[in-house]
């Protein structure tokens, strides 16, 4: 009796792999694609707050009379806006998604080689490394909506 069932349980395990096959293909684009938009969203959303805290660090630093991160200050909040708007947008899979991320992988880009300009500086360093990572994964869930329209 106990080998019977271990054999229908078996062949319901076999059964359903076509079945959850076929419904993989059913999704629609953007379920099969989530985990793009998932990890896109969380990286706008984490370089964001790195951009944030950024640019308080530039704006203690102007105050203390280095001129020179007038202009990080300026490229770090603009680029937590744009962040800010490309995880929301993205989270919903919005239809504006696409857009909204080649604008923050091109804000990202501009934002960290500003900031990698001040080598020494671990606050910095850290805000380059967020936008290079926000900037990758935005490019990459682009790759992802691409397929999807074909």
């Given at each position: 009796?106990?080998?019977?069932?271990?054999?229908?349980?078996?062949?319901?395990?076999?059964?359903?792999?076509?079945?959850?096959?076929?419904?993989?293909?059913?999704?629609?684009?953007?379920?099969?694609h989530?985990?793009?938009?998932?990890?896109?969203?969380?990286?706008?959303?984490?370089?964001?707050?790195a951009?944030?805290?950024?640019?308080?660090?530039?704006?203690?630093?102007?105050?203390?009379?280095?001129?020179?991160?007038?202009?990080?200050?300026?490229?770090?909040?603009?680029?937590?806006?744009?962040?800010?708007?490309?995880?929301?947008?993205?989270?919903?899979h919005?239809?504006?998604?696409?857009?909204?991320?080649?604008?923050?992988?091109?804000?990202?880009?501009?934002?960290?080689?500003?900031?990698?300009?001040?080598?020494?500086?671990?606050h910095?360093?850290?805000?380059?490394?967020?936008?290079?990572?926000?900037?990758?994964?935005?490019?990459?869930?682009?790759?992802?909506?691409?397929?999807?329209?074909?």
């Open positions: 009796m106990l080998a019977g069932l271990s054999l229908l349980a078996v062949a319901l395990l076999l059964l359903g792999s076509p079945a959850l096959a076929a419904e993989e293909k059913e999704k629609p684009a953007a379920d099969k989530g985990a793009h938009f998932d990890a896109c969203a969380k990286a706008c959303a984490d370089c964001m707050r951009c944030e805290s950024c640019a308080h660090h530039c704006a203690h630093m102007l105050a203390d009379g280095k001129k020179e991160h007038m202009r990080t200050l300026g490229t770090c909040a603009d680029c937590a806006d744009v962040c800010a708007v490309a995880a929301k947008i993205v989270a919903r919005g239809p504006l998604a696409s857009t909204t991320c080649e604008a923050c992988a091109k804000v990202c880009d501009i934002c960290g080689a500003a900031c990698e300009k001040f080598p020494d500086d671990e910095m360093k850290k805000c380059a490394k967020e936008c290079r990572t926000c900037a990758e994964a935005c490019r990459e869930m682009l790759k992802h909506t691409q397929q999807a329209a074909k």
